[in-house]
């Protein structure tokens, strides 16, 4: 079957850096995405990685080994308005997103 | 421009109704999907389309149908509405029909309570 798995939620302090784990199955890989999710809105895209490897965007970052299939996102110099759900989604072999269920970040002043 | 837009925002809807949810977007983009979101589970798809005209099933069709008449609109039916159908939905879209790596842009959601 298809799963991800994310941790539930982490909390971090404010200038801290976090990391949030994501391990993948899926029929098939085409990528590996990140969304972010502030409660009662939509997610937004972060980033997307389908070669093993660390992409770097700014303070974040998403790193990617497929034959383990896991990956991380990695934030840097956390503000407050880094709070909230960030969503992992690996694309299948039919190039339909599979989603975690979130991991919901904590920033503590 | 407005990317994606959803209507209604939210909804109380009694068991046995039906309803459309209403999903436009003006970014020209090839792909379409509808999913909902619960309480600690993962965004689930319920059904998609690659291109006007086409449609196709997702994770969890059942009790939903959807139509893609144009490029533009996207709209989901739910025929008779049941309590389990209570969620949030998202409508999304995303360019070359969802292959390599297009970004999904998400609608503000509707969010459905059904009684």
């Known amino acids: 079957g298809q799963n991800i798995d994310q941790p539930t939620e982490m909390t971090a302090t404010e200038g801290a850096i976090v990391q949030i784990n994501c391990t993948y199955q899926?029929?098939?890989?085409?990528?590996l995405f990140w969304y972010q999710q502030h409660a009662g809105e939509a997610p937004t895209f972060l980033s997307y990685?389908?070669l093993d490897g660390l992409e770097e965007k700014g303070r974040f970052s998403s790193f990617l080994s497929r034959s383990k299939g896991y990956s991380y996102l990695l934030l840097k110099e956390l503000q407050m308005k880094d709070s909230a759900s960030y969503l992992c989604?690996?694309?299948?072999?039919?190039?339909?997103?599979?989603w975690g269920a979130g991991t919901k970040l904590i920033i503590k002043p | 421009t407005a990317g994606i837009t959803q209507a209604p925002t939210s909804q109380i809807l009694a068991a046995g109704r039906s309803m459309t949810l209403r999903c436009t977007q003006d970014?020209?983009?090839?792909?379409m999907y509808w999913y909902r979101q619960d309480l600690g589970l993962g965004l689930r798809l319920i059904h998609y389309?690659?291109?006007?005209?086409?449609?196709g099933k997702g994770e969890v069709p059942d009790g939903y149908s959807v139509s893609r008449a144009n490029t533009d609109d996207f709209p989901l039916t739910l025929a008779s509405a049941v309590p389990s159908q209570t969620s949030v939905y998202f409508c999304?879209?995303?360019?070359?029909?969802?292959?390599?790596?297009?970004?999904?842009?998400f609608g503000p959601g509707t969010r459905l309570t059904v009684l």
């Open positions: 999304a879209s995303s360019d070359g029909g969802g292959q390599g790596g297009n970004e999904q842009f």
């Open positions: 970014m020209r983009h090839n792909a």
């Open positions: 389309s690659n291109t006007a005209g086409t449609t």
């Open positions: 899926t029929s098939g890989f085409n990528g």
């Open positions: 990685n389908v």
């Open positions: 989604a690996g694309m299948d072999s039919n190039y339909q997103l599979i």
